[in-house]
């Protein structure tokens, strides 16, 4: 399960996925999200004095869990769709929004 993490700068490895792009004081984005960290991106952000930075983190997710996140998930759903009927299209409905909710996200 990915999940995201705020580290100090100091933290940050090279090969790191950034989750949030990181935006200097005048709102100009210096790195976008989803960039792969390299040497370059770390001096730079360094030079600009950027304390830290929110990276994605891979996370094995406990069973429990991830059992319990299911269950919270499909009596969200069971209550959205109530009254929305019993047809193949409905149901194929109501599948492909769990499986987009249960996807690994953060």
């Known amino acids: 399960m990915k999940t995201q993490v705020s580290l100090a700068l100091a933290e940050v490895e ?3 996925r950034l989750a ?4 200097d004081e005048g709102g100009h984005i210096l790195v976008p ?3 792969e960290i390299s040497d370059s991106i770390l ?13 994605e983190c891979e996370r094995e997710e406990d069973p429990a869990q991830r059992e319990e996140r299911r269950l ?5 759903l069971d209550q ?17 929004i769990l499986t987009y909710r249960l996807e690994d996200k953060a």
């Open 43 to 55: 001096h730079g952000l360094q030079r600009r004095e950027v304390a830290e930075i929110i990276v």
């Open 72 to 76: 919270r998930v499909t009596a969200q």
């Open 80 to 96: 959205l769709f109530r009254k929305a009927g019993d047809g193949a299209e409905t149901r194929q409905l109501y599948l492909a």
């Open 14 to 16: 090279v090969g790191m």
């Open 33 to 35: 999200a989803g960039a």
């Open 20 to 23: 949030v792009a990181v935006i």
